[in-house]
């Protein structure tokens, strides 16, 4: 669908042709994508595919957070699983010594351990037989113990793992839930930019890189950039060059490389590359990384942006970060305050 916009205006003292007269030449008319009221349609299409990557952006995080809950609860019940399986072999190894124990009382006849001691004619027989006697009852008592506690472990184990299998359950819906969202956002936006013809959409991406050229120097005007002196580690150091070594690959919600990465797989796997495991989506890096002020900010810091902390990007230095965008963009470099800044997190 092309954006064009057809105005007639009238102005004072404009003459008319007759019907008899030929009708003047039309003035040529400017591109419609380049004419004012062409951008201004443009920049609504703009901000409005904007809005539809945001929301798949925080969609995104939604799933991602799901699939690392799930993931955790996997592991727990294969455990859990593992402990059930061992302790019913403990509880079967516990029932055949108690059940050998029985047999062999059984086979030493009717008359208990106490009476035969007491009919015992040596003293020295007498007094073993009592030492033995009180470690039996001991070791006997011991073993029914053995077999409750395991019995009770058992019954632990197993509700744990249903309830894990629980959340598990409530993950993988909000997974598909998540998934359904994304994907929903997505294909509407990639829809209302098909539409466009295609000198409107190299425009529309011209207005996208003048929108966020505006916004870094606003940004930069600031100052901000006079105060940043600090330098990275030798992490930092290793997280900037891997992200860096990113550029150029596509964009794919979900992914965590090597082919392709969302925002935060992308910032989660350079700084598993510097050594340090850190949250897989952007809005636990924010809950749970600690905080630092802009200005103190250094390369292999992350920005997160938004107030739904729903993008995250590794900063490089000298204003600049390293992100992954959105669908149909590429790993590349921006400046760190070309989009909304909610704040910065330090991974080590």
Same mark, same amino acid.
């Given at each position: 669908m092309a954006l064009v916009c057809a105005a007639v205006l009238a102005a004072p003292g404009t003459a008319f042709a007759s019907p008899t007269d030929p009708a003047p030449p039309a003035p040529p008319r400017p591109?419609?994508?380049?004419?004012p009221a062409g951008d201004t349609a443009l920049e609504h299409v703009r901000k409005e595919i904007e809005r539809l990557y945001r929301e798949a952006g925080a969609a995104t995080d939604a799933y991602n957070a799901a699939e690392e809950r799930a993931k955790r609860q996997s592991k727990e019940i294969a455990r859990l699983s593992r402990d059930i399986d061992s302790g019913q072999k403990k509880l079967d190894r516990l029932k055949a010594q108690a059940g050998a124990a029985a047999r062999a009382q059984y086979r030493g006849g009717s008359i208990p351990d106490q009476a035969r001691l007491m009919l015992s004619r040596s003293p020295e027989r007498f007094l073993d037989g009592a030492g033995r006697l009180r470690q039996g009852h001991h070791g006997a008592k011991s073993l029914l113990t053995e077999v409750s506690r395991? @019995?009770? %472990? !058992?019954?632990?184990?197993?509700?744990?793992?249903?309830?894990?299998?629980?959340?598990?359950?409530?993950? =993988?819906?909000?997974?598909?839930?998540?998934?359904?969202?994304?994907?929903?956002?997505?294909a509407a936006a990639e829809k209302l930019e098909s539409r466009? *013809?295609?000198?409107?959409? %190299? #425009?529309?991406?011209?207005? *996208?890189? *003048?929108?966020? =050229?505006? @916004?870094?120097?606003?940004?930069?005007?600031? /100052?901000?950039?006079? %105060?940043?002196? $600090? /330098?990275?580690?030798?992490? /930092?150091?290793?997280?900037?060059?891997?992200?860096?070594? @990113? !550029? $150029?690959?596509? +964009?794919?919600?979900?992914? *965590?490389?090597?082919?392709?990465? %969302?925002?935060?797989?992308?910032?989660?796997?350079?700084?598993?590359?510097? /050594? #340090?495991?850190?949250?897989?989506?952007?809005?636990? @890096?924010?809950?749970?990384?600690?905080?630092?002020?802009?200005?103190?900010? #250094?390369?292999?810091?992350?920005?997160? +942006?938004?107030?739904?902390?729903?993008?995250?990007?590794? +900063?490089?230095g000298n204003g600049t970060i390293v992100h992954a965008p959105r669908p149909g963009r590429d790993v590349t470099m921006a400046g760190a305050g070309s989009m909304e800044i909610l704040g910065v997190v330090r991974p080590g």
């Open positions: 591109p419609a994508s380049v004419t395991t @019995q009770d %472990d !058992l019954k632990t184990y197993a509700k744990d793992a249903s309830a894990q299998w629980r959340k598990l359950e409530a993950n =993988r819906r909000a997974k598909a839930e998540a998934r359904k969202k994304v994907t929903k956002k997505i466009l *013809e295609k000198r409107e959409r %190299d #425009r529309l991406r011209r207005l *996208e890189e *003048e929108a966020a =050229r505006k @916004q870094q120097s606003a940004w930069v005007s600031t /100052g901000i950039l006079d %105060d940043l002196k $600090g /330098g990275a580690t030798a992490r /930092g150091k290793k997280a900037v060059a891997f992200a860096t070594a @990113q !550029l $150029g690959k596509p +964009y794919v919600w979900g992914a *965590e490389g090597p082919k392709s990465y %969302d925002c935060s797989g992308l910032t989660s796997q350079a700084w598993a590359a510097a /050594g #340090r495991g850190i949250p897989r989506t952007s809005q636990e @890096q924010w809950k749970r990384l600690p905080h630092v002020d802009v200005k103190n900010m #250094r390369p292999g810091d992350l920005i997160i +942006y938004h107030k739904d902390a729903s993008h995250v990007g590794l +900063y490089v």
